[in-house]
């Protein structure tokens, strides 16, 4: 038996802030933000933290399967922005939704957490789990530097995840790869601590999120394209064949340059950057969940998807799936 994905739900906050209302708290205009990033409105938190989102992502899976939490064997939540370090976010949701047998852990891996996290419950349920929950999860607003203009707009808050059981009798991973260049790793920065105890004082990088946005640009329009044509080689299938492609929603003429360089149709590369902004390891599973809403995905019909998730670490990766 191979996994599938066999529910999608998201959740943000209630409360969205336009690129108009962000230009009066800073020098930018929409037109500066939407000419550069595709990005309108983005969901912020006035106070949910990031397992309060990934509890209401899990409790929606439960309820659209009618599952009792006690029958999930794992629970894994791609975050950079938990709660805390101790406990994980993964643990928060267990213990909030009953899920008494899941062992339950976070997964750090930026902007690639969903695919990271989602290859790696496959091969969970490939060596014998049967269902567990995979969730991408972030309160991006919390470790955003609200003075600076150059970051603080592109980001935004929200959650999604998939319900994955041990239900089919066709693979789910066509092909993969997932790929880390850590020596690229000072590029995008966030969360350092520096060593700070009575035998040392070592400050770390900033802790809000720093980014070298050219060098990113540079490094997602050149290394992301390669890996998906690499997942199409191993495949052995033409990008024609591909039905749709749910990339990481950083930016929208990032996806403009990916689809050209790899020759694929740019209306296959669905969007939501527009209402979301980039909600980090959440981006993914939310235009999952959304698409899937919408009718232009189905679960249960083998559409041939990828999924490329790239950012912080550096990290990349792609997952050639079956719906
Ligand atoms: N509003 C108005 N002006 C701004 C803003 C803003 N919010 N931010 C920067 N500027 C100004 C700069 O100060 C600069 O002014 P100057 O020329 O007077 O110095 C000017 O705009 C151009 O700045 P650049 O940084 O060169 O702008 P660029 O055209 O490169 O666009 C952007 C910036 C959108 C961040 C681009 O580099 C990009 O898309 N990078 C990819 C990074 C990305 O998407 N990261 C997301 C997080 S990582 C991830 O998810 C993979």
Redesign the pocket.
């Known amino acids: 038996m191979f996994a599938k994905i066999t529910a999608a739900a998201h959740a943000c906050p209630s409360h969205i802030v336009s690129n108009d209302q962000l230009s009066t708290i800073?020098?930018?205009?929409d037109e500066?933000?939407f000419s550069?990033?595709g990005i309108k409105n983005r969901h912020i938190s006035t106070g949910e933290d990031t397992s309060d989102l990934a509890i209401k992502v899990a409790q929606k899976l439960l309820d659209q399967k009618g599952l009792d939490a006690s029958e999930l064997d794992f629970i894994i939540v791609a975050t950079i922005t938990p709660d805390s370090q101790m406990p994980s976010v993964a643990a928060r949701v267990q213990a909030a939704i009953g899920a008494e047998r899941a062992f339950a852990y976070d997964l750090v891996a930026a902007?690639s957490g969903f695919v990271f996290a989602l290859s790696t419950a496959e091969k969970l349920i490939l060596a014998g789990q049967q269902k567990g929950l995979v969730i991408g999860a972030e309160v991006f607003s919390k470790i955003l530097d609200w003075s600076d203009?150059?970051t603080a707009?592109?980001?935004g808050d929200g959650a999604g995840g998939v319900l994955l059981e041990n239900a089919s009798s066709t693979p789910f991973v066509i092909a993969e790869e997932l790929r880390t260049d850590g020596s690229r790793g000072d590029k995008?920065t966030s969360g350092a601590t520096g060593v700070h105890s009575p035998f040392a004082q070592v400050d770390g990088p900033k802790a809000s999120i720093q980014?070298d946005?050219?060098a990113?640009?540079d490094f997602?329009t050149r290394d992301v394209p390669k890996n998906m044509l690499s997942v199409l080689t191993k495949a052995q299938l033409a990008v024609e064949e591909v039905d749709y492609f749910l990339l990481?929603q950083?930016?929208s003429?990032?996806l403009d340059k990916m689809a050209k360089k790899i020759g694929a149709d740019r209306h296959k590369f669905l969007q939501n950057m527009a209402e979301y902004g980039?909600t980090?390891a959440a981006s993914i599973p939310i235009l999952l969940s959304e698409s899937i809403e919408s009718g232009k995905l189905s679960l249960g019909i083998n559409q041939k998807i990828i999924l490329s998730g790239?950012?912080?670490g550096l990290t990349w990766g792609t997952m050639l799936i079956q719906l």
């Open positions: 800073m020098d930018t205009s500066w933000i550069r990033t902007c203009r150059s707009v592109l980001f995008l980014m946005g050219r990113i640009f997602a990481h950083a930016n003429r990032i980039n980090s790239f950012g912080g």
